[in-house]
């Protein structure tokens, strides 16, 4: 049977038509298909700033230059090209960071000057010992935010701050003396001012939808007995102030979908105390407010961040934050959807101050990202990951990323 040219084009032209519509049909099946990729990271300070609770033989300001020098040998910079390398990997969409400090410096100090213009009295001294010093200096050492993302820039990848969603913490300045081993002081004052702050970023080609953020009603009150200078000599004093910390949230458009994230980092709690008290009290308040507020979010929603808090809250550790966050606001563990529901594995926390250590030493999982999926889009597949926790992750002189593993997810739904 011979076919005439007229048919043979007839034919042809109806099998490019069904591809095109086959080709359409899989384009608007791609198109239906939502994704989401989140990397939440703790960026780590790069010292144990509760040195200052647990002074050193010559004070608290000794405490704080020991604190000053650590950060430096724990080298932000260095640190965030390996943390931009594990980023890079998983090119997310949307990035949740905490700790991302702000350290300045001012030399000499005037937090002890005798004349008091370096200090906040909160009452009538000496009747009223409580005062903060003045957070004034503003010489910048490090900007954890500026050095990460020139780092995420020189890779390529192109995110945008979302400053609505961002927070500014705790801002606390403490001066810094060096002393011999006779408690005699080797120079004048440092005074060291850090600000704690956590940040949102988005890949620049996307759309915010919405931006918020807000600072904690409850958080953890410091008194810290010492002493201060006066045109009278040393005088009694007691440093008073609260540690703040807070959440940020966004809505985001990818593709034709829309997400929100919050991110946020919960006080540190105390396993050795019960639930209802102490830094565990303050922790409780802060995740009620954070599953309160996730929400009023629109679905799907992921709260991200360090809670602070294990999988074995309320089981065999008194850290609320975890418990309250999945049982009572229905948030779902993303590391139970792709690994079977188990408290043991995924450590986030926590490497050696020194971050020098050659095995990891993470033994706890406080980094988290949770989700609320809602009815709209059901998830298909979701994949969970662990970032800079491995000793081929550590920079060149041989530290870790951070204290911290990060954490990082990708969901994709169907409709």
């Known amino acids: 049977m011979k076919i005439s040219f007229k048919t043979f084009h007839i034919i042809l032209l109806l099998f490019l038509a069904i591809f095109t519509l086959m080709s359409s049909a899989e384009a608007r ?16 300070v790069g010292a144990d700033v509760f040195r200052v609770f647990s002074p050193s033989p010559c004070g608290v300001p000794q405490a704080v230059n020991d604190v000053h020098n650590i950060i430096q040998a724990t080298n932000f910079p260095e640190r965030a090209e390996a943390i931009a390398d594990q980023i ?107 600000t704690d702050r956590d940040f949102m970023l988005v890949r620049s080609d996307l759309a915010v939808n919405l931006a918020i953020s807000k600072s904690f009603e409850v958080n953890t009150p410091i008194e810290l007995p010492t002493f201060i200078p006066t045109p009278d000599g040393l005088k009694e004093a007691v440093y ?17 979908h829309q997400f929100s994230v919050l991110n946020t980092h919960l006080e540190v709690g105390d396993s050795s105390v019960p639930p209802d008290e102490g830094l565990n009290l303050v922790q409780y ?12 979010l629109p679905q799907p929603r992921f709260v991200i961040g360090d809670i602070n808090s294990p999988p074995q809250s309320f089981i065999t550790d008194t850290r609320p934050a975890y418990f309250l966050l999945t049982s009572e606001f229905g948030l779902t563990d993303l590391w139970d ?18 971050l020098d250590n050659a095995d990891s030493v993470l033994d ?38 951070s204290d911290h593993a990060g954490v990082a997810s990708k969901v994709e739904f169907e409709r």
């Not at 099946?29 to 780590?44: F, G, P, T």
């Not at 008073?240 to 034709?256: H, M, P, S």
């Not at 308040?285 to 009023?296: D, F, H, K, N």
């Open 285 to 296: 308040a802060q995740a009620l407010e954070v599953g309160a507020a996730s929400l009023s």
């Open 29 to 44: 099946d791609k198109q239906r298909k939502a994704k989401i990729k989140i990397v939440s990271y703790n960026l780590y």
């Open 88 to 194: 890079q990997m998983q090119e997310p969409h949307v990035i949740g960071l905490q700790e991302v400090s702000l350290l300045r410096t001012q030399f000499p100090g005037n937090s002890l000057n005798p004349d008091g213009s370096g200090i906040d009295f909160l009452g009538d001294f000496p009747a009223d010992p409580r005062f903060v010093f003045k957070a004034d200096a503003t010489d910048v050492s490090y900007d954890y935010l500026e050095i990460l993302m020139d780092a995420l820039s020189d890779r390529g990848l192109d995110y945008s701050v979302v400053w609505l969603a961002s927070t500014i913490n705790a801002d606390t300045e403490f001066p810094a003396i060096e002393f011999d081993e006779f408690c005699e002081a080797l120079g004048p004052p440092t005074d060291v001012r850090l």
């Open 364 to 401: 706890e999982r406080i980094d988290v990202i949770f989700a609320d999926f809602g009815p709209v889009l059901v998830p298909d597949k979701a994949k969970f990951y662990l970032l800079g926790d491995q000793p081929g992750d550590t920079t060149p002189s041989g530290l870790w990323p």
């Open 240 to 256: 008073t102030t609260e540690f703040t910390r807070g959440w940020g949230a966004l809505n985001v458009t990818i593709k034709d």
């Open 337 to 354: 959807i792709r690994h079977a529901p188990n408290p043991d594995g995924g450590y986030t926390c926590c490497q050696d101050e020194l």
